[in-house]
């Protein structure tokens, strides 16, 4: 039996994805100006902050799949095609609008949609290195192939006369076993771990585990509450894996080496970490919002916004600050530059979410209604027609 969760909204959740924005933004903030040595050295927290988005994009969609997949027997095409629908008027509309700024203010210079039609299918590190352009964009493409291949793996298994719950089951095997296996046949080229970035993490076909850990999270959420429960009260022992996999990398993957099998364990043993820190993420409430609450729900609220546009807004401060003269003197000192940055970060944010995320959100509720209105009407036609 699967147990819904009452709530729209959840604190906890909001917080993880704030967590995992903000340290985004931050690393890549601070490779920019002159921060002492102890602050520029946090700079790689960035890539965790992506691990831990992984991981709550996993339990969140995995929740809201194995919910609609029961469903899917009765309608498998038409079922399959509103999931992408959601998934995809959340996602596109705001990543093309960002594609199309890139095109004229990429930070290397002005570039044209012809020069980078692999980002239109999000095949710009699918299975290789992407260029430099749009370089962000590598997690989203993680997220979409998920969003695209994962259904479909769970509507072959119910095309074969098996059950929803069968076919999530054997899709999360796939997508934690498959890129493991990847990433041991075909990642020995990475040597002395130079290559890790753009040779490993930021391949598609190799990430798409991290999120499949999260939907193993969703999967004891909706089957086996008790255990979910008992992993959130376990919290400090993923912590503790956390903060070994965080420091591996300052201490330059010690016993890893160059041998895929430890590369490959590494990665899996990162996403396992962060997916067990979900459960205590979702229980934590509050009791009354103040102005820390409302911060943090604002910016959960525009995280994607953020997401996609933080590095231009970074360009805009240095420009603007080109313009009036006065990038020499502010620019070398982060404690004077940085505070600009965010606030310019978030003005952006704020402006593209109300701007081009809301309006198109509204736009996608508003349809999707109407959809499942129709479905019950249809299923009280059928029951009606059986009757008579």
Known sequence: MIVQNKSTRNFGLDLCRAIAILSVVFSHMLQHSVPPLWLSGLSFLGMFGVDLFFCLSGFLIGRILIKESQDWYRDPQ?????????????TLPLYFFFLFVWLKWDWQGATTLGEQLPYLLFAQNLAWPMSDFFLLTWSLAVEEWFYYLFPLFILTVIGFGGSARHGVFLAIVGFIVLPF???????????????????????????????????????????????????????????????????????????????????????????????????????????????FTRFIQFTSKVS????????????????????????NNIYPHPWLVYPIFF????????????GVERPVLYLRDKKSKALVLGMKLERTAEIKSGRK
């Open 78 to 90: 038409g079922g399959l095609l509103r999931f992408w629908y959601r998934r995809w008027m959340r």
């Open 343 to 354: 606030f310019i970060v978030y003005f952006f944010a704020t402006a593209t979410y109300f």
């Open 304 to 327: 994607y916004s953020m997401y996609l546009g933080h590095i231009i807004a970074f360009i805009a401060v240095i420009n603007g600050l080109n313009e009036f003269g006065i990038l």
């Open 181 to 291: 296996l990847a990433r041991i046949l075909f990642i020995d080229q990475v040597v002395g771990l130079e290559n890790f970035d753009e040779g490993v993490r930021h391949i598609v076909v190799f990430r798409l585990d991290s999120i499949g850990f999260g939907v193993v999270i969703a999967y004891i959420y909706c089957y086996h509450r008790s255990f979910f429960e008992s992993l959130a009260k376990q919290w400090y022992l993923f912590l503790l894996l956390v903060v070994i996999c965080v420091m591996a990398p300052k201490l330059h993957y010690p016993a890893i080496g160059n041998s895929p099998l430890w590369l490959s364990a590494y990665l899996s043993l990162s996403a396992l970490a962060f997916a067990g820190l979900i459960p205590l993420f979702n229980n934590i409430e509050i009791k009354q919002t103040n102005y």
